[in-house]
């Protein structure tokens, strides 16, 4: 049994998660579902980098005095979702945690004692919104083209890490370790980026009032960056880590900076850096701007935590930028998870329920068909051990298309009455399909396999199952029942009707309890106000016409109804994002639609 240890990047707290965390969260959590059927010792550490400024600048929008306070309530919301999404990590790190403070104030103070860190003056540029120092060369149009704004002026005296020192010895590592970095695009960025040479990098700003604090300098704190990465040795029984899961964005933080530091601080270097790509929608950045975030918690809570898992999985092929949309997820669902994997299982159990019982036939195995079978798993295996989930997922699913062309082709409804042998002989054999299935399915999904394994009155336990599942004559099954609810094509309900709206048409609309923040009036008019409300972790500048009715100061404080995922709209040069929902004809005398309850900020109207 070996050692497995992976990790997520930890997320920053200014919003809660939206797809493009979810795929990565889910991918890894898929790869430590799998290490661990397999039989590894599995470590798999998700958390949150809380120490930022952007935590700070959330707090204060949405009202929290202290930023900690902020942390602590956002950290449940991530908890939340990852419980959602049947998350299975073996521990959850916040940066604000004293565990965590105490080993960056160690490494710092170490890295000091050695040199490896010296106080210096740092005069060069700034993104906040990367919180990193950058070069002129890093920028596009003097703007950083991951945040399209200008990065400012900085000079400080700070402390400096050594980094240009291990440049040689970084290419060195990657020469002789070429699946250090993978996909090959990816080390071949970071290889010619060493190529160019490294600066010595500041880590630590002064004047911050959030932070760690720089050991025996309370003056400054310790830069973001340095602080975030070193969440990683939590684990410290199971460093160094086999994979650190990425996306592309935070390549060199995790690809030079990191192994330099730990370099430095004499810890071995992780096994692999897996860099995904990066997800869009509709073709664009995902961006609360452009008003394209996607909740995955809506998805999960339409379609089933397992229906997103798999499509994440399967349609965005890891390592390469892809693009998320819901009729893609509808159609995954539909043609492949319906029509393919739920309909093979499903016609398999249903027959031998009705026609023998609800027991495996007595019979033989039909040892070509399961050969062929047996071929493609240890395939679905080695794709695993290279981290190739989406083909892993994609063959999984063609495992069930082989069962239907092999149940097809046998033809049991008729050879049960004219050769019962042969009939037997297909269904025992099926069975022992759906339980490689179940064995492997239940790592990318967890409750699905969970149920399937019921309706089989079978155990999951360990990945070699899937190559002898062992169901022998006379095994008694459970009712079956179908897996997968094909979902609606959206397109065609919403052409099918004149001015009738479906469930599903309603479902479209994301209305939510907001609390009003701040609010104020918008010059030049006197029915438009300009709130700022908080929708569940995350404050929307909205516009509405009930100047009329309410002044400024009824609002503050106050819950009220919002249609969050209406498109933006620029009123007045405020663009609006959310429409916030009243009663009434006369607008001196609207009314507020409000719950008559206290409910949460994000709390759905259904
Ligand atoms: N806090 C740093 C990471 C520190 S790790 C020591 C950070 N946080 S983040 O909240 O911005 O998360 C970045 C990561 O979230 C990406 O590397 C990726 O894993 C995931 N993604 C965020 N947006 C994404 C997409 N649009 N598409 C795919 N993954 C995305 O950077």
Redesign the pocket.
Known sequence: MGKFYIT?????INAVP?I??A??TVIADIIARWRRLAGDDVFFLTGL?EN?SKTVEAAENMGFENPQEYADWMAEKWKNVWRILCISNNDFIRTTEERHKKRVQEIFQRLLEKGEIYPGIYEGLYCDGCEAYVSEEDLVDGKCPLHGTEPKKVKEENYFFRLSAYRDTLLEHLRNNPDFIIPEARRNEVVSFLQRGLKDVSVTRRGLKWGIEVPGDPEQRIWV?FD??I??LVAQDYWPADVHL??K??LR?HCILWPAMLMAANYPLPKKILS?????VNGR??SKSLGNVIDPVYLAEKYSPDVLRYFLAREISLGQDGDFSEENLRRRLNDELADVLGNFIHRVLTFIHARYNGRAPEGELDREFLEEVNKRVREIIRLMDRFEVTRAAEEIVNLARLGNEYFQRCKPWESISTKPAEAAKCLLSCLNLVGTICVLLSPFMPITAERLSKQMNFKVERLDQALRPGILPGHEIGKPEPLFRKAQDEKTAEAAVSREVTVSDFEKMDIRIAKVLSCEKIKGSEKLLKLSVDVGGEVRTIVAGIGKSYSPEDLVGRLVVVVVNIKPAKIMGVVSHGMLLAAGDDENKLSLLVPDRTQEPGTKVR
Do not use: E, M, R, V
């Open positions: 997520t990047p930890i997320y920053y939206h493009g965390h795929y990565t980098d930022s960056w975030a990465l969440n990683y990425i996306a964005d935070i933080f995904h790509g990066f997800l869009t950045k995902i």
